[in-house]
Structure formats: C-alpha cells, structure tokens
C-alpha cells in the first residue's frame, strides 16, 4: 500500500559525507513527521533525526552540527545529508514516515512505515 525506498549509501572515509534520500509512494493521503535512525552491529536502533510537516527538526546530541534532515514534500522525500562523518556514524540506516492512508472502509488512519535500510559505512 505504501513504500518507502531508499538510495544513498555506501563507503566513505572519515571526514567525508553522503546523502541518503528515502521516498515514499502509494496510497498516500498526507505525511506528518519523517525521519531517521540508525542501527549499528550489536546495538540497538536509535533515532538520528526527524522533522515534521512544517519542517521543525530534532537530531540526536551525537549529530547535531554535522547531519542535515530536509524534506521534499512534492515528492514525498525525506533527505539525510552526512558531512565530517566518522567511524562511530557506521550502521545500517532506516527512514520512517507516519503516513495518513485511507482504508477500504473509507476511513483514513495515520501508520508508521519504514523503509527497506541503507548501509553506511565510515573508514578511519
């Protein structure tokens, strides 16, 4: 019904950046906040940084003045931009959206969709 897909991953050493973008499609009447966490090997998921329909944005203290989150509306997109990335940011990367859907019985209710995961990797 709804699909989020991911793009933007990969290697980089330390120092570098990368731009993640996770778009979402299908049957979608609105979408409220969007965001991203994180799951590095062995450890728990935890959030790296959200921002909601009017673009307020929060960000793990572990990120702040590094990652950049920002939104396309139009196209459903949410972006996560990576600069002086370090060997600690290495984890699988995974974008959320609370999606506002119509049900067959023409209700409509907001659910919390992911996207599929983005592997970043940072060298030292």
């Known amino acids: 019904q709804v699909q989020l897909v991911e793009s933007g991953g990969g290697l980089v050493q330390a120092g570098g950046s990368l731009r993640l973008s996770c778009a979402a499609s299908?049957?979608?009447?609105?979408?409220?906040?969007m965001g991203w966490y994180r799951q590095a090997p062995g450890k728990q998921r935890e959030p790296v940084a959200t921002i909601d329909s009017s673009g307020r944005t929060n960000y793990a203290d572990s990120v702040k003045g590094r990652f950049t989150i920002s939104r396309d509306n139009a196209k459903n997109t949410v972006y996560l931009q990576m600069s002086s990335l370090k060997p600690e940011d290495t984890a699988d990367y995974y974008c959320?959206?609370?999606?506002?859907?119509?049900?067959?019985?023409?209700?409509?209710?907001?659910?919390?969709?992911w996207g599929q995961g983005s592997q970043v990797t940072v060298s030292s």
């Open positions: 299908g049957s979608i009447l609105s979408i409220n906040a």
């Open positions: 959320n959206a609370m999606v506002r859907v119509l049900s067959e019985s023409g209700v409509s209710y907001e659910s919390r969709y």
